[in-house]
């Protein structure tokens, strides 16, 4: 296990659960997004930390960030309330990414626990419209052992030879097997 199956994890939880950003799950892919692109979500994982779990294998404790960047877009109607639209488009997909990442089974099957979640929410109306950002963030904990540092790369087994020592002026009974490849 590493932040990148953790990552793909999430975008897959996010997709599955049909937020209103739909298949618009982005991950990695350039920050940049058009009013095309909205609502959208872009998952990565800026931080991993490990914390060692002793001095003879490699073994530890391992907190990945995932950060999920939530993006809606709303223009005001006839009362001035696009800021309004987004802030509230924004909560209700805070709640879609809440439950999506949190009931995932095979997210919650993967690490131990979900360590820290926190969230920010922030409007601009610099544009046309508003553009509201949604930051959500899950520390997630999960082990990481020797097998995730070692990986065994060995030779594929051709085949086996066996030959039995017997003393000189005997017959050496033997065996030999050749392996399909």
Not at 36 to 57: I, M, W
């Amino acid at each position: 296990m590493n932040a990148a199956k953790i990552r793909e994890l999430v975008v897959k939880a996010l997709i599955a659960a049909k937020t209103d950003a739909g298949d618009r799950v982005y991950s990695p892919r350039d920050w940049s997004t058009r009013s095309e692109d909205y609502p959208s979500l872009l998952v990565q994982t800026p931080f991993d930390e490990k914390q060692s779990l002793g001095r003879n294998a490699p073994q530890f404790n391992s907190v990945a960030t995932i950060r999920i960047t939530g993006r809606v877009e709303a223009f005001d109607g006839e009362i001035n309330d696009g800021a309004m639209q987004a802030e509230a488009a924004l909560e209700a997909l805070r709640e879609q990414v809440e439950r999506a990442v949190i009931n995932s089974y095979d997210l919650t099957f993967a690490i131990q626990q979900f360590r820290h979640i926190r969230s920010a929410i922030q409007v601009d109306a610099d544009g046309d419209g508003h553009i509201g950002q949604l930051t959500y963030e899950i520390d997630a904990e999960y082990y990481q052992g020797p097998e995730d540092f070692y990986p065994v790369e060995g030779v594929p087994l051709q085949g086996v030879d066996v030959t039995i020592q017997q003393p000189d002026g005997t017959t050496q009974p033997g065996f030999n097997a050749d392996l399909p490849q």
